[in-house]
């Protein structure tokens, strides 16, 4: 792991289950077959394509640059060594392959770029210094100050003309050196910085800027057009193949997160002493001879750090926040063909015999033994059940022979309390790893270097864990959990004799679930079913008829059931009962009614009960003024009233409403006249 930094991903339900990642139904099964779903756990000698297939990949060695934390810059030089700009101390170090030493210091603070110049001296790019160094026969000494540049981000020699481009900021100046060290402003661009350059075999000069990343093409002296503006934040990287055919990478990444200058400004996009954790967008592009733009690569996770084109003639990316190396070849299929142990790769040399990944984050340069190698392993990442499950036969596409193993436990991260992994299994063979959360799948290339995996599948079956019902709800029913106050606002009027029930469940193991609902009559022992037998009721709600039911108090219980996905010596049921619900369809009556001047006497009586609400109006008017029943508490099937209506009824002939709810919203309205 990159410091125990890097994240250590999950198989999603949505890319490796094959069976629906909403509803457990049985047996499940992990499945990877796309190029993503390979991705994610160790990757060491292997690469993986975007289609779905695993192979051999670089074979990398590992020299540490122990006096360097980053490595900018790097160049293979004509007697095959490798150079190496780095970071916080800006030094020069040179590499036989096996190990590494001092080569020169430039006293800044970083070394940016390197570059073979006239007669094959080595120039290097520094900042915050804005200074270009030359370092021949073991020593590092300055070349050219530029003036008002504080970064030279990258430097290109173009060897027909015998100059020296230099990408600058913080004024977005593109300068042209001679041998002599005279600089000149060859283009200034509106943004500020230029961060890249190259050379075409034209004699085009091709520039890209930062903090607007747009791609300028430079035919002559202040002679520039934007080939293309990618709409991000930087064009990081430039390379121009044998036939003209441009190649750039361009990132979106949040401004301030590089390296400080000493005048305490900050770049918008370089190396930093110590990689972003932001991690950014990164795009690969490449243009042919007449400037068309094709789109080869599109990472919405990383940005691109560096650029380099192989042997091959495909352009390879190396990635800013997990250390990965790229390539895409023609038919845009994506292979990632080395994942490094630091976080950033810095520079990529790929031309020659001996080629190199430098990596940064501790800085290590890694040269590239060959493709494939005893050390081929791939490891899947980490793959969730959800659950405990016990894991079936693994079955798997290979062109040759793998040998592949798995090991499990039940923390997200892999420690000392999982199992060791297995002994090799055959294809079709059982998991031997105990029963657990998390699994993981391990190949190894030892058996054939050739091999190519494409497909892997293990199907699993997870403890099948109880549902629970954890409230019963009655929309259009008092419950004995509501509360009506006398003197509170209007009563909602009943709608009719239909209670909504509604009902929520913990359903941690997902399983499709049966719900039956019955009810009880209080004060009896007989539960009732609410369904047809044969009715199957996956919804948690139900439409309950009362119309036909004796008036009274009631209770529901809900039973769920996983036997919809579960046999029978498997299925789980839990079941809970509602609070009292009032079945009352019926509404009051108004007996004894009797007017006294302006007092009005009777009595409210309702079959069920209790008696809610006792209101008067004006006729006409529904301005409804409650009081209260002559005991002063509304909590009978029959309650006296005595009412002075003075306050609402004036001297004089007067029709007046009166209203009588019960608990359960029925009311009944009569009409007195009042002299």
């Not at 001092?102 to 290097?124: I, R």
Request: aromatic share 8%; glycine share 10%.
């Amino acid at each position: 792991m990159k410091h125990g930094f890097k994240p250590l991903c999950v198989a999603c339900a949505s890319l490796c289950l094959l069976a629906s990642s909403a509803h457990a139904v049985g047996t499940r099964t992990f499945e990877l077959r796309k190029g993503d779903d390979f991705k994610g756990g160790d990757l060491k000698g292997v690469a993986v394509d975007s289609s779905g297939e695993v192979r051999a990949g670089f074979n990398l060695g590992q020299i540490p640059v122990t006096d360097a934390t980053t490595i900018w810059s790097g160049l293979i030089v004509k007697n095959g060594s490798v150079l190496l700009g780095t970071g916080n101390d800006g030094k020069i170090f040179a590499s036989d392959g096996a190990s590494v030493k001092l080569a020169g210091d430039t006293g800044s603070l970083a070394v940016t770029s390197l570059v073979e110049g006239f007669g094959g001296t080595v120039y290097a790019g520094t900042l915050p210094d804005g200074e270009v160094w030359k370092y021949a026969n073991g020593k590092a000494e300055k070349f050219v100050k530029l003036e008002g540049a504080e970064h030279v981000w990258q430097l290109a020699y173009d060897a027909k003309t015998g100059s020296l481009f230099a990408a600058t900021g913080p004024e977005g100046k593109l300068f042209r050196i001679d041998q002599k060290g005279t600089a000149q402003v060859y283009f200034d661009a509106p943004e500020q910085h230029l961060m890249s350059v190259a050379v075409a075999p034209d004699g085009a000069v091709y520039t890209g800027a930062s903090d607007k990343a747009k791609l300028y093409k430079v035919a002559g002296p202040g002679r520039a057009t934007v080939l293309y503006d990618f709409g991000r934040t930087e064009v990081r990287a430039i390379v121009v193949g044998d036939k003209g055919e441009v190649f750039a990478v361009a990132n979106e990444v949040k401004p301030g997160t590089y390296t400080p200058s000493r005048k305490g400004g900050t770049s918008a996009a370089s190396p930093a002493a110590k990689p972003p954790k932001s991690t950014g967008k990164g795009t690969l592009y490449k243009f042919d001879a007449s400037g068309t733009p094709e789109q080869l690569l599109d990472n919405k996770d990383e940005y691109f750090s560096s650029l380099a084109l192989g042997d091959d003639g495909r352009p390879y990316v190396g990635t800013g926040v997990e250390g990965r190396v790229y390539t895409v070849d023609d038919n845009h299929n994506e292979v990632l063909v080395a994942d490094v142990e630091e976080r950033q790769v810095g520079a990529l040399l790929l031309k020659g015999k001996q080629r190199y990944v430098a990596a940064s984050d501790p800085a290590v340069l890694h040269p590239i033994r060959g493709v494939g190698g005893t050390d081929a392993v791939w490891t899947s990442k980490v793959l969730d059940a959800g659950l405990r499950a016990h894991f079936g036969k693994m079955e798997w596409l290979s062109r040759g022979a793998l040998e592949l193993s798995t090991r499990s436990g039940n923390t997200l991260e892999p420690d000392d309390t999982w199992s060791a992994w297995s002994s090799p299994v055959q294809a079709g063979a059982d998991v031997a790893s105990p029963a657990a959360r998390f699994l993981q799948v391990r190949a190894r290339w030892n058996r054939d270097p050739n091999a190519v995996l494409s497909s892997l599948t293990i199907p699993f079956v997870t403890d099948n864990l109880r549902a629970v019902v954890t409230e019963v709800e009655a929309e259009g029913a008092p419950t004995s959990s509501t509360g009506v106050e006398s003197s509170g606002g209007p009563l909602s009027r009943k709608s009719g004799s239909t209670i909504t029930l509604k009902w929520k469940v913990d359903n941690p193991d997902k399983d499709d679930l049966r719900y039956r609902v019955e009810y009880q009559i209080i004060g009896t022992s007989t539960w009732y079913d609410m369904l047809d037998p044969h009715e199957t009721l996956t919804k948690t709600t139900y439409s309950w008829e009362t119309a036909d039911l004796p008036e009274g108090k009631y209770r529901v219980r809900v039973t769920a059931s996983d036997e919809i996905s579960n046999p029978p010596d498997r299925v789980r049921r839990h079941e809970l009962e509602s609070s009292v619900i009032l079945v009352d369809n019926t509404p009051p009556t108004i007996a004894d009614l009797k007017v006294q001047g302006r007092r009005i006497q009777g009595t409210a009586i309702d079959g069920v009960g209790p008696i809610a609400r006792i209101e008067a109006s004006v006729t006409g008017t529904d301005q409804w003024i409650p009081f209260f029943p002559r005991d002063g508490v509304y909590d009978e099937p029959r309650e006296d009233f005595d009412a002075d209506v003075s306050t609402l009824a004036p001297q004089g002939p007067v029709l007046l409403s009166l209203r009588v709810y019960d608990r359960a919203g029925n009311f009944v309205v009569k009409n007195v006249a009042l002299k």
